[in-house]
Protein backbone atom coordinates (compact mmCIF):
# COMPACT_ATOMS: atom_id res chain seq x y z
CA UNK A 1 0.00 0.00 0.00
CA UNK A 2 1.23 3.19 0.41
CA UNK A 3 1.30 6.11 -2.68
CA UNK A 4 -2.16 5.35 -4.10
CA UNK A 5 -5.34 7.58 -3.82
CA UNK A 6 -6.23 10.88 -5.28
CA UNK A 7 -3.95 13.97 -5.31
CA UNK A 8 -7.23 16.28 -4.52
CA UNK A 9 -6.36 18.49 -1.57
CA UNK A 10 -8.30 17.25 1.12
CA UNK A 11 -11.47 19.25 2.52
CA UNK A 12 -10.90 22.31 5.21
CA UNK A 13 -13.29 24.38 6.65
CA UNK A 14 -13.13 26.19 4.21
CA UNK A 15 -14.31 23.98 1.94
CA UNK A 16 -16.26 21.52 3.96
CA UNK A 17 -17.79 18.16 3.48
CA UNK A 18 -21.45 18.13 2.50
CA UNK A 19 -22.99 18.08 5.82
CA UNK A 20 -21.30 21.35 6.67
CA UNK A 21 -19.95 19.79 10.06
CA UNK A 22 -16.30 19.40 9.19
CA UNK A 23 -14.76 16.71 11.26
CA UNK A 24 -11.68 18.16 13.62
CA UNK A 25 -8.09 17.24 12.29
CA UNK A 26 -5.63 16.60 15.13
CA UNK A 27 -2.15 15.08 15.06
CA UNK A 28 -1.48 11.81 16.75
CA UNK A 29 1.67 11.49 18.92
CA UNK A 30 4.50 10.34 16.42
CA UNK A 31 6.49 7.86 18.07
CA UNK A 32 10.24 7.50 16.79
CA UNK A 33 12.30 4.49 16.82
CA UNK A 34 11.38 0.59 15.96
CA UNK A 35 8.66 0.21 19.40
CA UNK A 36 6.82 -3.24 19.24
CA UNK A 37 3.11 -2.69 19.37
CA UNK A 38 2.39 -3.69 22.22
CA UNK A 39 3.89 -0.32 23.46
CA UNK A 40 1.20 1.87 25.32
CA UNK A 41 1.94 4.98 24.12
CA UNK A 42 2.42 7.14 27.34
CA UNK A 43 1.81 10.26 25.91
CA UNK A 44 -0.96 9.66 23.68
CA UNK A 45 -4.39 11.19 24.98
CA UNK A 46 -7.48 9.03 25.84
CA UNK A 47 -10.25 10.05 23.39
CA UNK A 48 -13.61 9.41 22.54
CA UNK A 49 -15.94 8.58 20.07
CA UNK A 50 -19.58 8.30 19.65
CA UNK A 51 -21.53 6.28 17.49
CA UNK A 52 -23.21 9.37 15.99
CA UNK A 53 -20.02 10.70 15.02
CA UNK A 54 -16.41 8.88 13.59
CA UNK A 55 -13.23 11.20 14.59
CA UNK A 56 -10.56 12.23 12.20
CA UNK A 57 -6.86 12.60 12.39
CA UNK A 58 -3.91 13.71 10.58
CA UNK A 59 -0.31 13.03 10.41
CA UNK A 60 2.41 14.12 8.08
CA UNK A 61 4.54 11.04 6.14
CA UNK A 62 7.89 11.01 4.79
CA UNK A 63 8.59 9.60 1.26
CA UNK A 64 10.39 6.30 1.74
CA UNK A 65 9.44 5.83 5.23
CA UNK A 66 7.27 3.03 7.14
CA UNK A 67 4.71 3.83 9.73
CA UNK A 68 2.13 1.60 12.08
CA UNK A 69 -1.33 3.16 12.87
CA UNK A 70 -1.96 2.14 16.68
CA UNK A 71 -5.48 1.84 17.60
CA UNK A 72 -5.44 0.97 21.67
CA UNK A 73 -9.37 0.20 22.70
CA UNK A 74 -9.77 1.33 26.43
CA UNK A 75 -13.42 0.88 26.65
CA UNK A 76 -15.30 -1.27 23.99
CA UNK A 77 -14.76 -1.59 19.96
CA UNK A 78 -13.87 0.83 17.83
CA UNK A 79 -12.77 0.67 14.26
CA UNK A 80 -10.08 2.02 12.20
CA UNK A 81 -9.63 3.14 8.83
CA UNK A 82 -6.78 4.55 7.03
CA UNK A 83 -7.39 6.96 4.36
CA UNK A 84 -4.89 7.84 1.39
CA UNK A 85 -4.83 11.47 0.86
CA UNK A 86 -8.33 12.30 1.01
CA UNK A 87 -10.35 12.84 3.78
CA UNK A 88 -13.59 10.95 3.20
CA UNK A 89 -13.42 9.10 0.17
CA UNK A 90 -14.20 5.37 0.18
CA UNK A 91 -11.97 5.18 -2.96
CA UNK A 92 -8.78 6.00 -0.81
CA UNK A 93 -8.90 3.52 2.15
CA UNK A 94 -5.62 1.83 2.23
CA UNK A 95 -6.39 -0.11 5.56
CA UNK A 96 -9.25 -1.70 7.94
CA UNK A 97 -8.84 -3.40 11.10
CA UNK A 98 -11.42 -3.67 13.98
CA UNK A 99 -10.22 -3.72 17.32
CA UNK A 100 -12.30 -6.76 19.20
CA UNK A 101 -11.03 -5.12 22.40
CA UNK A 102 -7.10 -5.88 21.88
CA UNK A 103 -4.72 -3.34 19.76
CA UNK A 104 -5.50 -2.95 16.14
CA UNK A 105 -3.22 -1.89 13.63
CA UNK A 106 -2.70 -0.97 10.13
CA UNK A 107 0.46 -0.60 8.22
CA UNK A 108 1.50 2.19 5.50
CA UNK A 109 4.46 2.36 3.40
CA UNK A 110 4.71 6.06 1.89
CA UNK A 111 6.37 6.66 -1.57
CA UNK A 112 6.11 10.21 -1.87
CA UNK A 113 5.05 13.14 0.89
CA UNK A 114 2.03 13.21 1.55
CA UNK A 115 -0.61 13.52 4.47
CA UNK A 116 -2.05 10.61 5.70
CA UNK A 117 -6.03 10.75 7.31
CA UNK A 118 -7.44 8.65 10.01
CA UNK A 119 -10.62 7.65 10.45
CA UNK A 120 -11.96 6.17 14.29
CA UNK A 121 -15.18 4.65 14.28
CA UNK A 122 -17.60 2.95 16.78
CA UNK A 123 -20.76 0.84 16.73
CA UNK A 124 -21.64 1.22 20.09
CA UNK A 125 -22.80 4.13 21.83
CA UNK A 126 -19.77 5.23 23.09
CA UNK A 127 -15.60 4.10 23.03
CA UNK A 128 -12.82 5.53 24.53
CA UNK A 129 -9.54 4.71 22.53
CA UNK A 130 -5.56 5.96 22.18
CA UNK A 131 -4.41 6.24 18.71
CA UNK A 132 -0.88 6.22 18.10
CA UNK A 133 1.56 6.43 15.01
CA UNK A 134 5.29 4.25 14.97
CA UNK A 135 7.49 5.75 12.38
CA UNK A 136 9.30 2.49 11.83
CA UNK A 137 12.07 3.19 9.62
CA UNK A 138 13.52 3.86 6.08
CA UNK A 139 10.58 1.51 3.72
CA UNK A 140 12.35 -1.88 4.79
CA UNK A 141 13.62 -4.93 2.84
CA UNK A 142 12.76 -7.09 6.16
CA UNK A 143 10.48 -10.28 4.66
CA UNK A 144 7.52 -10.92 6.90
CA UNK A 145 6.05 -14.19 7.97
CA UNK A 146 1.89 -14.19 9.17
CA UNK A 147 -0.57 -16.83 9.57
CA UNK A 148 -4.13 -16.79 8.16
CA UNK A 149 -6.86 -16.23 10.47
CA UNK A 150 -8.60 -18.26 6.86
CA UNK A 151 -8.48 -22.14 7.45
CA UNK A 152 -9.22 -25.07 5.04
CA UNK A 153 -9.02 -28.48 5.12
CA UNK A 154 -6.50 -31.16 3.12
CA UNK A 155 -8.02 -31.09 -0.05
CA UNK A 156 -7.54 -27.83 -1.59
CA UNK A 157 -7.00 -28.85 -5.00
CA UNK A 158 -10.95 -29.52 -5.12
CA UNK A 159 -12.43 -26.47 -3.82
CA UNK A 160 -13.36 -24.39 -6.78
CA UNK A 161 -14.01 -21.59 -4.96
CA UNK A 162 -10.07 -20.63 -4.49
CA UNK A 163 -8.47 -19.23 -7.45
CA UNK A 164 -5.40 -21.14 -8.97
CA UNK A 165 -4.18 -24.45 -11.04
CA UNK A 166 -3.40 -26.59 -8.13
CA UNK A 167 -3.50 -26.61 -4.74
CA UNK A 168 -0.66 -24.86 -3.89
CA UNK A 169 -1.79 -21.86 -6.00
CA UNK A 170 -4.89 -22.18 -4.13
CA UNK A 171 -3.03 -21.85 -0.81
CA UNK A 172 -1.29 -18.65 -2.45
CA UNK A 173 -4.57 -17.40 -3.01
CA UNK A 174 -5.51 -17.61 0.13
CA UNK A 175 -2.16 -15.39 1.67
CA UNK A 176 -2.97 -12.95 -0.81
CA UNK A 177 -6.77 -12.74 0.11
CA UNK A 178 -6.21 -13.18 4.05
CA UNK A 179 -6.99 -10.50 6.73
CA UNK A 180 -4.14 -10.86 8.30
CA UNK A 181 -2.11 -9.75 5.03
CA UNK A 182 -0.19 -6.06 6.48
CA UNK A 183 0.80 -4.78 3.33
CA UNK A 184 0.07 -5.23 -0.52
CA UNK A 185 3.85 -6.89 -1.08
CA UNK A 186 2.99 -10.95 -2.86
CA UNK A 187 2.89 -13.97 0.08
CA UNK A 188 3.00 -17.27 -1.00
CA UNK A 189 2.01 -20.16 1.50
CA UNK A 190 5.12 -22.61 2.99
CA UNK A 191 3.17 -25.05 2.41
CA UNK A 192 4.88 -28.29 0.22
CA UNK A 193 3.44 -31.08 -2.06
CA UNK A 194 7.10 -32.11 -3.22
CA UNK A 195 5.71 -31.04 -6.96
CA UNK A 196 4.56 -27.28 -7.16
CA UNK A 197 6.02 -26.33 -3.80
CA UNK A 198 9.23 -28.32 -3.12
CA UNK A 199 12.49 -26.92 -0.79
CA UNK A 200 14.96 -29.77 -1.45
CA UNK A 201 14.49 -28.92 -5.37
CA UNK A 202 13.83 -24.96 -4.85
CA UNK A 203 10.34 -25.63 -6.88
CA UNK A 204 8.56 -22.12 -6.45
CA UNK A 205 10.33 -22.28 -3.25
CA UNK A 206 9.13 -19.60 -0.60
CA UNK A 207 12.04 -18.56 1.57
CA UNK A 208 15.41 -16.86 0.53
CA UNK A 209 18.41 -18.34 1.59
CA UNK A 210 20.77 -16.53 4.45
CA UNK A 211 17.26 -14.21 5.35
CA UNK A 212 16.02 -13.58 8.44
CA UNK A 213 12.27 -13.47 8.19
CA UNK A 214 10.14 -11.00 10.73
CA UNK A 215 6.42 -10.69 12.20
CA UNK A 216 4.60 -8.61 10.39
CA UNK A 217 5.28 -5.23 12.10
CA UNK A 218 8.82 -5.91 10.46
CA UNK A 219 10.42 -5.39 13.82
CA UNK A 220 10.08 -8.81 15.87
CA UNK A 221 12.70 -11.59 14.21
CA UNK A 222 11.17 -14.78 13.66
CA UNK A 223 14.36 -16.62 12.45
CA UNK A 224 17.08 -17.06 10.15
CA UNK A 225 17.24 -19.49 6.88
CA UNK A 226 20.66 -20.79 6.20
CA UNK A 227 22.68 -20.97 3.00
CA UNK A 228 19.38 -24.28 1.52
CA UNK A 229 16.81 -21.70 2.22
CA UNK A 230 15.05 -23.49 5.22
CA UNK A 231 14.95 -23.02 8.88
CA UNK A 232 16.84 -25.97 10.05
CA UNK A 233 15.82 -26.22 13.53
CA UNK A 234 17.91 -27.73 16.57
CA UNK A 235 15.67 -30.81 17.45
CA UNK A 236 16.23 -32.51 13.87
CA UNK A 237 19.44 -33.52 14.27
CA UNK A 238 21.54 -30.12 15.16
CA UNK A 239 21.41 -28.54 11.73
CA UNK A 240 20.27 -25.46 13.13
CA UNK A 241 18.73 -23.72 15.59
CA UNK A 242 15.25 -22.87 17.10
CA UNK A 243 13.45 -20.34 16.00
CA UNK A 244 14.07 -16.59 17.62
CA UNK A 245 10.07 -16.39 18.07
CA UNK A 246 7.56 -17.62 17.27
CA UNK A 247 5.65 -16.60 13.73
CA UNK A 248 1.76 -15.70 16.13
CA UNK A 249 1.14 -14.43 18.89
CA UNK A 250 -2.49 -16.26 18.46
CA UNK A 251 -2.20 -20.32 18.49
CA UNK A 252 -3.23 -21.26 15.69
CA UNK A 253 -2.87 -25.11 14.19
CA UNK A 254 -0.95 -24.30 10.43
CA UNK A 255 -0.77 -26.62 7.80
CA UNK A 256 3.46 -27.62 5.90
CA UNK A 257 3.61 -31.10 4.74
CA UNK A 258 6.89 -30.95 6.40
CA UNK A 259 7.92 -34.87 7.07
CA UNK A 260 11.09 -33.84 8.13
CA UNK A 261 11.18 -29.66 9.19
CA UNK A 262 15.24 -30.27 9.07
CA UNK A 263 14.99 -29.81 5.41
CA UNK A 264 11.11 -29.56 4.40
CA UNK A 265 11.18 -32.45 2.85
CA UNK A 266 7.18 -34.01 1.80
CA UNK A 267 6.00 -37.17 1.53
CA UNK A 268 2.34 -37.89 0.14
CA UNK A 269 1.38 -39.20 3.72
CA UNK A 270 2.27 -35.67 5.02
CA UNK A 271 0.49 -33.31 2.85
CA UNK A 272 -2.97 -34.93 2.41
CA UNK A 273 -1.93 -36.92 -0.95
CA UNK A 274 -0.74 -33.41 -2.76
CA UNK A 275 -3.19 -31.33 -0.83
CA UNK A 276 -6.21 -33.30 -2.64
CA UNK A 277 -7.76 -35.50 -0.33
CA UNK A 278 -9.78 -35.53 3.44
CA UNK A 279 -9.30 -38.94 3.71
CA UNK A 280 -7.42 -41.87 3.83
CA UNK A 281 -4.10 -39.55 3.98
CA UNK A 282 -2.60 -36.55 6.80
CA UNK A 283 -1.41 -33.70 6.46
CA UNK A 284 1.31 -32.15 8.49
CA UNK A 285 1.16 -29.44 10.78
CA UNK A 286 2.90 -26.82 12.99
CA UNK A 287 2.15 -24.61 15.85
CA UNK A 288 1.84 -20.91 15.24
CA UNK A 289 3.12 -20.16 18.66
CA UNK A 290 5.66 -22.73 18.91
CA UNK A 291 9.60 -21.44 18.35
CA UNK A 292 10.79 -24.81 18.17
CA UNK A 293 10.42 -27.86 15.56
CA UNK A 294 6.71 -28.31 16.34
CA UNK A 295 6.48 -24.26 15.07
CA UNK A 296 6.80 -26.51 11.85
CA UNK A 297 5.75 -29.69 12.40
CA UNK A 298 6.46 -33.13 14.01
CA UNK A 299 2.64 -33.41 14.72
CA UNK A 300 -0.22 -34.84 11.88
CA UNK A 301 -3.85 -33.84 11.57
CA UNK A 302 -6.84 -35.80 9.59
CA UNK A 303 -6.88 -34.15 6.52
CA UNK A 304 -10.87 -33.25 6.91
CA UNK A 305 -9.68 -30.90 9.58
CA UNK A 306 -9.53 -27.34 9.19
CA UNK A 307 -6.26 -25.71 9.95
CA UNK A 308 -4.49 -22.17 8.92
CA UNK A 309 -1.52 -21.13 6.87
CA UNK A 310 1.64 -19.46 7.23
CA UNK A 311 2.32 -16.75 4.30
CA UNK A 312 5.84 -15.74 3.67
CA UNK A 313 6.45 -12.17 2.07
CA UNK A 314 8.19 -12.25 -1.57
CA UNK A 315 10.83 -10.40 -2.83
Request: charged residues 20%; aromatic residues 8%; glycine residues 8%.
Given at each position: ???????????????????????????????????????????????RVSKESALYYSFAAEAGTSYRVTLQPVSRDADITL?????????????????????????????????????????????????????????????????????????????????????????????????????????????????????????????????????????????????????????????????????????????????????????????????????????????????????????????????????????
Amino acid sequence: CGGGGSSDTAPTTDNPPADNNPPTTVVPELITGDAPIGVDASAATIDRVSKESALYYSFAAEAGTSYRVTLQPVSRDADITLLDNQILSDQSIVGFAQSNGSLADVFYDAIDDRTVYIEVSTLNGEADFKLYVNRLSTISTKLKIFVTSETHNGSLASDTTLIGSNAIEKADYICRTSAEKPDDKEYKALLVDGLYRDAPALTDWVLQPDTTYYRIDGVVPIATTNSDAIFALASQGGRGSDLVNAVGLTGRQVWTGAADVGDFFTLFFSNCGGWAATTGSKGVIGISTSSSSTALGTTTSDCSSEHAFYCVQQL
